[in-house]
C-alpha cells in the first residue's frame, strides 16, 4: 500500500439519530473504487459494498458490526495472470468519544498501566462522527491476500539434472572422483 489513508469515508453521526440501532449500506462509487485499488495495489475493484450495524453502547461509545463484499481483479503470483476474485468478511469496530479533559497528577500516578492486547482500542468519535468507510477499507486491505493465487495455477517443476547417460557429464561425479584422487595421494 502507497499511503497510510485509503481515502474512503463514509461519516455518520450515531448520537445524531433518535434510534440506539441504525442499518447503513456502504456501497463505493467508481471513483472511490479506482481509489481503494490503487491504496491497495490491485489491477481494478469491480464492486465494493458493506452491510453495517451501527448501535450506540453509551453517549460515549458506539458499536459497529456486519460484512462487506468486494469483486476485485488481482494478479497471480504464480503465472502472472490477472484473475477475479470475490472476498468478504465480517466487519467490527467500536469507536468511543474522546476525553474531555487530560487525567491530572494524581489519576497518572495511581497504579500502574494495563495493556490488554488481546482487546483492540476503539477507534475515535471525532466531531463529525464516526468513518464506518475507513472501518470497511480497512477490513479490505486485510482480507486481500499477500500473494494471490489463481484457481489450478500451479508451479512448474524443475526440469531434470540430465546424468551422464543423455550424454552430458555430472558435475558432482567429477568432484566425486577428484576427492577419491585427492585422498589416494595421501
Known amino acids: 500500500m502507497t499511503a497510510l489513508d485509503a481515502n474512503f469515508h463514509r461519516w455518520i453521526d450515531p448520537s445524531e439519530r433518535g434510534a440506539v440501532r441504525a442499518r447503513h449500506k456502504v ?42 463484499e468486494a469483486e476485485l481483479e488481482l494478479v497471480c503470483g504464480v503465472s502472472l495472470e490477472a484473475f477475479r476474485e470475490t472476498l468478504s468478511a465480517p466487519v467490527s469496530g467500536r469507536f468511543r468519544k474522546p476525553a474531555g479533559r487530560a487525567p491530572s497528577r494524581e489519576e497518572q500516578s495511581l497504579g500502574d498501566i494495563v495493556v490488554d492486547l488481546d ?20 477490513e479490505l486491505s486485510l482480507a486481500v491476500p499477500d500473494f494471490p493465487r489463481k484457481p489450478g495455477a500451479a508451479l512448474e517443476s524443475p526440469a531434470e539434472v ?22 589416494n595421494q595421501s
Open 162 to 183: 540430465p546424468d551422464e547417460a543423455d550424454g552430458k557429464p555430472n558435475p558432482f561425479a567429477a568432484l566425486a572422483r577428484l576427492k577419491e584422487q585427492s585422498g
Open 119 to 138: 482487546t483492540e482500542e476503539p477507534g475515535e468519535w471525532r466531531p463529525q462522527g464516526i468513518d464506518i468507510g475507513a472501518l470497511v477499507a480497512e
Open 27 to 68: 456501497e463505493a462509487t467508481a471513483d472511490e473504487r479506482a481509489r481503494l485499488a490503487a491504496w491497495l495495489g490491485v489491477p481494478t475493484i469491480f464492486r465494493m459494498t458493506a452491510d453495517l450495524l451501527v448501535e450506540r453502547v453509551s453517549t460515549e461509545e458506539a458499536a459497529v458490526t456486519g460484512a462487506f
